[in-house]
Each structure stands twice: as C-alpha cells, then as structure tokens.
C-alpha cells in the first residue's frame, strides 16, 4: 500500500506561483496513475490534474488549464504540481492520489484513486 506526502503548501499573494510536491512511500511509483485534487471550505473535493504511470498524458480540469502543470519524476517517486497565476478562488486543500487500477489512463474523478495523502494547503490572498 503506498503512503502519499504532500508538501509545498503555503500563503501567496495572487498572481503568485507555488510549487506542490507528493512523495510516494514505494519504489514501484511508475505502477501508478497520479492526479491532484482540492477542496475548498464548504465544497465537494474536486478534480485539479492526472498524470498516466509514464508521465506522457497529463488532464487538466478547465479552472487551471494554462496555469498549473502537473509533472512526475518516476526516479524519485515524486508527483508535482507546479501552479503559476494563482487566483483567490484556487485556495483549497490540496491532495495527491494515486490509482494502481488504470495506470495508464489520467481519470478525474475521486472514485477512481484508491491512496490518498493528508493534503497541503493553499491560500491565496487578494
């Protein structure tokens, strides 16, 4: 069962640009797909970006296209979220998951990750 820890988190200004970063426990990392989620006060934990096992399809939800970048380094067993032009409104926890079922495809739904990590929170101030 791998362990996931977000880190990277803080308070920015927006326009702003953080970094996030999800350590996997396992070697066998590239055995999983990886995606990021959120969730805001009040609100259902929703869908931010995947990544496929091999790192070649990525899925992005329409809010952050353009702005964020999600990326791994199997090597290391590291997930990334690199995320440039923030708004107030993307100010959420944040959470890595990891899906053994389908690695090779970038699926955005919660269901569809089996491990979650605690999550690393985003605050973005006007």
């Known amino acids: 069962q791998v362990q996931l820890v977000e880190s990277g988190g803080g308070l920015v200004q927006a326009g702003g640009s953080l970094r996030l970063s999800c350590a996997a426990s396992?070697?066998?990392?590239?055995?999983?797909?990886m995606a990021w989620f959120r969730q805001a006060p009040g609100k259902e934990r929703e869908f931010v970006a995947a990544i496929t096992r091999s790192g070649l399809t990525t899925a992005y939800a329409d809010s952050v296209k353009g702005r964020f970048t999600i990326s791994r380094d199997n090597a290391k067993n590291t997930m990334y979220l690199q995320m440039n032009s923030l708004k107030v409104e993307d100010t959420a926890v944040y959470y890595c998951?990891?899906?053994?079922?389908?690695?090779?495809?970038?699926?955005?739904?919660?269901?569809?990750?089996?491990?979650w990590g605690q999550g690393t929170q985003v605050t973005v101030s006007s």
């Open positions: 396992e070697r066998t990392f590239s055995n999983y797909a």
């Open positions: 998951a990891a899906d053994s079922t389908f690695p090779a495809v970038a699926r955005s739904t919660v269901r569809a990750y089996e491990y």
